[in-house]
């Protein structure tokens, strides 16, 4: 297999991922080399598609990843334990061992707790353009795929530039969860960003603002990868069949690290909330959607999601659909970062800058937007990509004019 | 309750169902009445939406109801046996039975074997023209709802107009199976014609020359109630995502008199291949696809589709999803029956004719269409319908100007 | 269909209800009363069986019921209201709402509050032992069928019982919860008693000392009606097979009134402690169980559970079972609750006393008794029901002979 | 880990596996030699468990493998093509590869057509009778897990003796199919002999009548693994609880070598008729009972199985359960075989000959027992183990007593 990205020369690119070295980074990274090395078909991934072949996307081969991360196990250790739980072969790893320890080099202890939040963001942010100047990449996206905080209590510093610059600038302060200081330092960096957690990130107001006002595009928020994707593409079936939705009820059961995670009741607040916005938006508010999220280790990296929906049609009669869902979450969520470094890559290339709200395909609760039916996301994501690599193309062909011929 | 259709004086249409006693053509006639009377919502329609408020759809209780059945039963008595498997309430079997005495009254014998086909066909034709005159009917649109039969053998003289006339003529001649025998009649009457069952009926090349010289508009075929629904619906999710679909396999068991009739093998070879059509269209030919119908009495009414499908994402990763959908299979056909008699009648005002692609949402094997994802389709029939609906007001408004003005 | 219960002429005995106008009680008395007159089959109970031919189980048609309530509504009303939701037809209700009206004007209001809690006592026992000599009843078993109560904080009078009768003649006393209340009055009226709730009841040490004492037998607690039930029957296959179960989640979604009880927490960690009980006596302690019971309104009277059990086989290989389970929990519980009135009824025609550890195939948590496995705890009630019954038809015998025959 | 099985020395006994190179043998081989190792835990064994501590079951370590196959792949390609599918460890396979290669050598052809079927016989017989000299075995145990055949039309052959004996001595003579040809090989080995498929085997009435002179134990048939085994533990508590099953339907799901046999309508045949059997048994012969095998290779050797039970309870109210069982099947079934070879050695040493229906807890279709429910055959199971090893130890300690002392 040959890698089925195209191969002109564009230049590279990195990928810098917040949270570089859990299972979700890990598997993204082993599978970006193994692709790059034409090891893998690119299974699972939205931007490779026949209809994209003029598209000017990043060949896998040409993104270069780095990252920060609170964690030292070397990523081939990482990728080592996931292969044992059966996700992908551990060949595959072998295979790629080299890549994963020049990956690596790359990442950068994840450190807070600076004299001040704004040094935390500084050493941050300086970590990403290092790592763009040492490789010469044209453009850096950063992707949080750290671990669900907990949901921070409202601050005043989250409204105002100035209350923020404020508080930054205070010795011993707290006022930014770790997420934040990593979006923040994307933007001072000038990096293109994705959240891909529930995490605060830059869902702040005072953020959204300075990456607006910085000029980069961004995208989130909350991976769709598995029981929302599949209730994001059931509830328009009803709708658009009249009838009515009463209950929708949820059971998910998952080990990993992201099951330890999310058996803390503060983080899994956050997620809850983001797995049912979109439902509600889609069936009504009325629905009854009881959701449960429980760890249960010995299921390891396989997620099961049991739905249960209830609904009534034609002359009030019960109808009744239960979904069983099992998957490997990490390999479901990794395509959907690379698809995210690329498209974002795209929208560099093509000169946009805010939220990305077509886009909208890869997340829960998509920013700067309100549709969440997944085949009118997935129109839009097919038509901005179009659009969107037409311009791309045109600008770097312009780029590349011998500054005589412009 | 009101009845939701609007309420504009178009003059009344008829709706003549093949099957007319059977499960779902009582299920229908119940529902219709029931909310001409504003006694029930209009779950379960397709027709009745907000976004369709300008359209000229026919408001139920302007819809007469009548048809040919080989049975004799009344439709109380019919609608009283559903109401006992929980089907609907029998209150509103009681609300109605006026309503479904009258009916009875405009249900002919459906009686083939008469001296020649042709003599078939012009009866059946004469009692469609006949309940025409009857109510002064604007236009009647007939909607095959009988039972599946087995397909028949090729004959020449599906293929050529002159070779059906002879072989119609013939005295004693077997060469139509009684659905076609139907959909010649329904041509025959200048009737608008929709294939709901998988039978031969209007498949036949030659009848579908006939009713594209008649200038009639048709739709089929085999209505898309329950899992051939959710499967057109899940699919486009994989491949969407990048997911390969290896296998989709099926089991089906309902009672009833559809499990009885697709207890018969013959019969049922035809149900399958059509349901397993779109899926290979959505998937690719080479997805492992076993699918069985059983007939389990038990079960009555209610038919349970069990759904495992096995798909590859990410670096060869393992997924799987299960759908278990439980129904009353009657009452989600019934709606998309009313949902067509509606809809050809508004494409008949309009001025259309031949097969009318775009209410592919509503069939398993649509007519005049490739496109099986439930989306895609739904999208293109609110288009559709909007688009038709301006032009049907159209030519409304201009024939009830006086002549002088036109 | 006749009364499948044996005619023999052994005299009336008395079933009285606590929460005798409940979803359960309504049902089991609906039930009881068509069975006498031979409307239905018994399906569902245990006590009717060819191999019980021989024992002497008192015939339904001298089962006389009565009870007491808070609720005043009629049982014909109840029984209706649940017929609409499905449960059972409504001809049914009207058959036997003759009976219905007559069972009405033996169940009492249940109050509580009276000066002391010995005067509560006082009042509901001479309520039972009116109804007794009422209908010249030889006994009378009362189930607790009531709503499930938070567990109330240890205190020294559940111990003692110098301190529960100083407790119980405090005036404006609470000592003791209102299901406890109930079974104080049971003891005190000399009548067998069944705990079918996960609440207090006669749980209290020092009333189970009080009801030994009164030479009553009894038995409990909290019924094994569905999803437990199941466990039981599937936990000793695994255990048998020796594979490791490693988890066994659940997710209990259910409506009516049992489902508004349940969405209060409290309620419903007694309920889940007892659920999880079998499970872990069954599998061992160490494995991991999540249990969720939701709320949804919608879903009325039928009660779905999804189970979800990992476990581990031969080379440590996954296994997984999925099981769902859909029902109506009143008419699971009903006939369970006569078994109960016709068992306790045979013990104390045998002379036993105490708790009847032999009765717990009916219980979550069975008292006497650390069996779980059903199919072990059915053996042991069929062996139970045979000797029994032997020393119940000699008893009888004995007592009906002249007295200068003995 | 040390060997669970107990290290006292009673000799070496040997297990001649009829298809040992087959899935379901290799696992087993693997699986042996990793417990005599100690490297495993013994999940999925019936015959380690703590209260059968003091029974003369042979320990792992003293159990000798060889075999007939028509193949002649190499245990540890086999071994490792299985392990690849997830089913065990790769690293097992490694840790056992030297105890696999030396089995290998105990693998002889198995051929047949060779000048008559008598012939085939003796070779057959000679194979087994030099590996127990070989290695000085007290006994061997031949079990066939060798793939499904068709089954054989009748024949006065199989009923008599004498026709028995001049068919076989008849030059190109075809009479016997294959596994009776291997049955016929272990009795007059004067081995013990397992039918673990549904194929002929020792079924025929003549070949039972010859292994009763032999004097042999034997047991079958066909290994009740997944599906079955959890329709042998549900059905009994439909019945416990008076509650009338009326439909079973089933949709099993496989790949690997077991899938594509199934695929041959014949072969199928035979197995379905087993796998129902038990079910009418437990819960009538008028239940309604679809059932399906399909071939589905992308699934691997991970078997799927669907099944929809639909009973009726108290009062004629509507029970479903749905279950989904997903195992390996080689990995269920190889304990059970390595459990026959240890049972009927232990027959054996008891002296024990004919058909063991205490062993019934192992097959679909038990010989010389009409008992299914699986609670009960386990019970029966334990009481003969307990019995059976008291006599095989009275048995051994006087064969080893001196003479002189007998």
Same mark, same amino acid.
């Given at each position: 297999m040959e890698d089925v990205s195209k191969p002109q020369d564009l230049g590279r690119i990195g990928a810098w991922f917040v949270g570089a070295r859990g299972s979700l980074a890990t598997t993204a990274a082993t599978g970006?080399?193994?692709?790059?090395?034409?090891?893998?078909?690119?299974?699972?991934?939205?931007?490779?598609?026949?209809?994209?072949?003029?598209?000017?996307?990043?060949?896998?081969?040409?993104?270069?990843?780095?990252?920060?991360?609170?964690?030292?196990?070397?990523?081939?250790?990482?990728?080592?334990?996931?292969?044992?739980?059966?996700?992908?072969?551990?060949?595959?790893?072998?295979?790629?061992?080299?890549d994963l320890e020049r990956t690596d080099a790359d990442i950068r202890p994840a450190r807070v707790g600076g004299p001040t939040q704004q040094d935390d963001i500084d050493r941050a942010a300086s970590d990403i353009a290092d790592f763009r100047e040492r490789y010469g990449l044209r453009l850096v996206v950063v992707v949080d795929v750290s671990s669900t905080e907990p949901l921070p209590a409202d601050h005043p510093a989250f409204h105002s530039e100035d209350a923020l610059r404020d508080a930054l600038s205070a010795p011993g302060g707290t006022v930014l969860p770790a997420s934040?200081?990593?979006? /923040?330092? &994307?933007?001072? !960096? =000038?990096?293109?960003? #994705? $959240?891909?957690?529930?995490?605060? %990130?830059? *869902? +702040?107001?005072?953020?959204? /603002?300075? &990456?607006?006002? !910085? =000029?980069?595009?961004? #995208? $989130?928020?909350?991976?769709?990868? %598995?029981? *929302? +994707?599949?209730?994001?593409?059931?509830a328009p079936m009803f709708t658009a069949r009249g009838l009515k939705v009463l209950s929708w009820a949820g059971a998910n059961l998952l080990g990993g690290g992201d099951g330890a995670t999310l058996a803390d009741p503060e983080a899994v607040r956050s997620k809850l909330a983001s797995k049912n916005r979109g439902l509600h938006a889609l069936v009504g508010d009325d629905v009854v959607a009881p959701l449960h999220i429980d760890n249960v280790p010995d299921l390891g990296d396989i997620k099961t999601a049991w739905d249960h929906v209830h609904a009534v049609g034609f002359l009030g009669s019960r109808i009744t659909l239960q979904t069983t869902w099992s998957a490997y979450d990490s390999t479901l969520a990794a395509p959907l970062v690379l698809d995210l470094v690329r498209s974002l890559a795209l929208a560099t290339d093509a000169g946009q800058a805010g939220a990305v709200a077509e886009l909208g395909c890869f997340f829960k609760d998509p920013w700067g937007s309100d549709v969440h039916a997944f085949a009118e996301q997935t129109a839009q994501f097919v038509s901005w990509v179009e659009r969107t690599g037409v311009f791309a193309s045109a600008r770097r062909a312009s780029e590349r004019q011998p500054i005589a011929a412009r």
């Open positions: 970006l080399h193994a692709m790059a090395r034409g090891l893998v078909e690119p299974w699972g991934l939205t931007t490779v598609d026949d209809r994209f072949a003029d598209v000017p996307f990043t060949p896998f081969a040409d993104i270069v990843v780095g990252g920060h991360d609170i964690s030292s196990t070397p990523l081939v250790e990482r990728a080592t334990a996931l292969a044992s739980g059966g996700m992908f072969p551990r060949e595959l790893v072998q295979a790629v061992a080299a934040s200081i990593a979006a /923040a330092a &994307a933007i001072q !960096a =000038g990096a293109a960003y #994705a $959240g891909f957690t529930p995490s605060a %990130g830059l *869902t +702040l107001p005072v953020l959204q /603002a300075r &990456a607006a006002a !910085a =000029g980069i595009p961004f #995208a $989130g928020q909350d991976g769709k990868t %598995g029981e *929302t +994707l599949l209730r994001t593409v059931l």
